[in-house]
């Protein structure tokens, strides 16, 4: 699951790096995405295999903050345990470019996943948490988040988005800690 903003609006903001990052994946599997039906709604979802592993990807198409409904969606038609549940998001509290693995955990504030938490009862998921770094100054978190990446960063932004495809790869291949071990290395 990428979590990020709907529309053409949101398309460059630092909160839709899930996003992006769920589109590069779709791309490497060669997996389109469309509108999901019934229990699918609410989401742009496609069906592969990513790693050597049978995947349902999915975007939601609400807003950041109302993410957790469609996810509960998705897991129930699929039938899937949310131990499998891997969620890729912006993360203000890690630099930006590097790229963290993790399962469970507080929301940090975290209105995607703080949704995710409540919709499926359990903060044990797993985690790709793509640093976009703190803001500068005082400027308010939630302001920043829907800002679009600076001209700086998106010199960066495709290897990011990259890199973070790659750790979800590693973490699908290999499970959390011998992917963390490959990964926070790098970043």
Same mark, same amino acid.
């Given at each position: 699951?990428? #979590?990020?903003?709907?529309?053409?609006?949101?398309?460059?903001?630092?909160?839709?790096?899930?996003?992006?990052? #769920?589109?590069?994946?779709?791309? +490497?599997?060669?997996?389109? #995405?469309?509108?999901?039906?019934?229990? +699918?709604?609410?989401?742009?979802?496609?069906?592969?295999?990513?790693?050597?592993?049978?995947?349902?990807?999915?975007?939601?198409?609400?807003?950041?903050?109302?993410?957790?409904?469609?996810?509960?969606?998705?897991?129930?038609?699929?039938?899937?345990?949310?131990?499998?549940?891997?969620?890729?998001?912006?993360?203000?509290?890690?630099?930006?470019?590097?790229?963290?693995?993790?399962?469970?955990?507080?929301?940090?504030?975290?209105?995607?996943?703080?949704?995710?938490?409540?919709?499926?009862?359990?903060?044990?998921?797993?985690?790709?948490?793509?640093?976009?770094?703190?803001?500068?100054?005082?400027?308010?978190?939630?302001?920043?988040?829907?800002?679009?990446?600076?001209?700086?960063?998106?010199?960066?932004?495709?290897?990011?988005?990259?890199?973070?495809?790659?750790?979800?790869?590693?973490?699908?291949?290999?499970?959390?800690?011998?992917?963390?071990?490959?990964?926070?290395?790098?970043?």
């Amino acid at each position: 699951m990428g #979590l990020g903003n709907p529309g053409p609006g949101y398309a460059g903001n630092r909160h839709n790096v899930g996003a992006m990052v #769920l589109d590069e994946i779709a791309a +490497r599997a060669g997996v389109k #995405l469309s509108p999901g039906k019934g229990a +699918r709604a609410r989401s742009l979802v496609g069906e592969g295999r990513l790693a050597g592993r049978r995947v349902v990807l999915a975007r939601p198409t609400t807003y950041m903050n109302e993410s957790g409904s469609p996810v509960r969606g998705l897991l129930d038609y699929h039938k899937l345990p949310v131990a499998d549940l891997v969620v890729v998001h912006d993360e203000l509290d890690i630099p930006f470019a590097a790229v963290r693995l993790k399962r469970g955990g507080g929301e940090g504030g975290h209105n995607g996943l703080r949704s995710i938490s409540r919709s499926t009862g359990t903060r044990d998921y797993l985690r790709v948490r793509v640093g976009i770094g703190r803001p500068p100054g005082r400027q308010d978190p939630a302001d920043f988040v829907l800002k679009d990446f600076s001209a700086t960063e998106r010199k960066e932004l495709d290897l990011l988005v990259a890199e973070a495809a790659d750790a979800v790869e590693e973490l699908l291949t290999r499970g959390l800690e011998a992917a963390q071990n490959v990964v926070h290395p790098r970043t």
